[in-house]
């Protein structure tokens, strides 16, 4: 199996520093996290692990070698359902994204919805939230396919967390071989989705996992919210299941990168430790 890392595992230091603390602990590879258009502040004094969608590639290449460590995604987690504003990323940043990992080598790119942060957002119907996303990805799709990249869909939003609206979402899409699922084993469970569904369901659109874990002190918010950053326990200390899921993902013939969204060095270790074990 290809277990990487969020490449935000030590806080308040640099993208390069992310690369070689994920290096240090034994690990190949790494999902390209946070990015920026422009500059950052944070980034330029070294105290922010993002890179600018506006880079020259040679310079991600050359941290990613210096640490000997390979990238197998690029991530555009957007706001897709609130209205456009420069302050937002969205379809602008997601581009940027896929023309960027186009120059990386790279061949996913993986975004979401996200949740709305304004009233006209949050009054959307079913159908007006199905509309806006795939008015907002509309270019995007059209430059991943043109590129060769696969634009994957996570689990992060009132659409993309359960099996069936996500199915929903991809029949709307269109273009299935471009556009794809990165499934979130911690963020669909937690919006009350089943992630074990989505294998079931849409198993040869899966190309990417990212890999959490939730305690039980989860389960009275489960349904109220759309994704968390990091699960803070080993995998398999919680209730989602993921023996299970590791077991259904082999059987479904599943050979892609997966990533540990898991916070602690020992947690990310014995999560690494346990997938190998679980997984033939």
Same mark, same amino acid.
């Given at each position: #199996?290809?277990?990487?890392?969020?490449?935000?595992?030590?806080?308040?230091?640099?993208?390069?520093?992310?690369?070689?603390?994920?290096?240090?602990?034994?690990?190949?590879? &790494?999902?390209?996290?946070?990015?920026?258009?422009?500059?950052?502040?944070?980034?330029?004094?070294?105290?922010?692990?993002?890179?600018?969608?506006?880079?020259?590639?040679?310079?991600?290449?050359?941290?990613? &070698?210096?640490?000997?460590?390979?990238?197998?995604?690029?991530?555009?987690?957007?706001?897709?359902?609130?209205?456009?504003?420069?302050?937002?990323?969205?379809?602008?940043?997601?581009?940027?994204?896929?023309?960027?990992?186009?120059?990386?080598?790279?061949?996913?790119?993986?975004?979401?919805?996200?949740?709305?942060?304004?009233?006209?957002?949050?009054?959307?119907?079913?159908?007006?939230?199905?509309? /806006?996303? /795939?008015?907002?990805?509309?270019?995007?799709?059209?430059?991943?396919?043109?590129?060769?990249?696969?634009?994957?869909?996570?689990?992060?939003?009132?659409?993309?967390?359960?099996?069936?609206? #996500?199915?929903?979402?991809?029949?709307?899409?269109?273009?299935?071989?471009?556009?794809?699922?990165?499934?979130?084993?911690?963020?669909?469970?937690?919006?009350?989705?089943?992630?074990?569904?989505?294998?079931?369901?849409?198993?040869?659109?899966?190309?990417?996992?990212?890999?959490?874990?939730?305690?039980?002190?989860?389960?009275?918010?489960?349904?109220?919210?759309?994704?968390?950053?990091?699960?803070?326990?080993?995998?398999?200390?919680?209730?989602?299941?993921?023996?299970?899921?590791?077991? &259904?993902?082999?059987? /479904?013939?599943?050979?892609?990168?997966?990533?540990?969204?898991?916070?602690?060095?020992?947690? #990310?270790?014995?999560?690494?430790?346990?997938?190998?074990?679980?997984?033939?």
């Amino acid at each position: #199996m290809i277990i990487g890392c969020f490449a935000l595992v030590e806080p308040f230091t640099s993208m390069e520093r992310q690369f070689q603390a994920i290096k240090e602990m034994g690990f190949d590879y &790494a999902d390209l996290t946070d990015n920026h258009n422009g500059a950052c502040l944070g980034a330029e004094y070294g105290f922010t692990a993002s890179v600018s969608l506006d880079s020259h590639p040679s310079s991600i290449k050359n941290m990613a &070698a210096k640490a000997d460590l390979e990238i197998t995604s690029f991530c555009a987690h957007a706001n897709l359902l609130d209205p456009p504003s420069p302050e937002r990323y969205g379809t602008n940043e997601i581009i940027k994204a896929i023309r960027l990992a186009h120059l990386l080598g790279l061949k996913q790119v993986i975004t979401t919805e996200g949740d709305p942060k304004t009233d006209f957002g949050h009054n959307l119907s079913h159908e007006q939230r199905l509309f /806006a996303v /795939a008015e907002k990805l509309y270019e995007p799709i059209q430059w991943a396919e043109e590129l060769g990249i696969e634009l994957l869909l996570e689990p992060h939003g009132v659409l993309t967390d359960k099996a069936d609206t #996500m199915g929903e979402l991809l029949d709307y899409l269109g273009h299935e071989e471009t556009v794809g699922i990165n499934l979130d084993t911690g963020n669909s469970w937690l919006g009350g989705g089943e992630p074990l569904e989505f294998i079931e369901q849409y198993a040869s659109r899966i190309k990417h996992v990212h890999w959490k874990d939730m305690g039980k002190e989860w389960l009275p918010k489960r349904g109220e919210l759309y994704g968390c950053g990091m699960g803070d326990i080993p995998l398999g200390d919680g209730i989602v299941g993921i023996k299970e899921i590791v077991h &259904a993902l082999d059987n /479904a013939g599943f050979k892609g990168p997966t990533t540990l969204e898991v916070a602690g060095k020992e947690n #990310m270790l014995e999560s690494a430790k346990r997938l190998r074990e679980w997984s033939v």
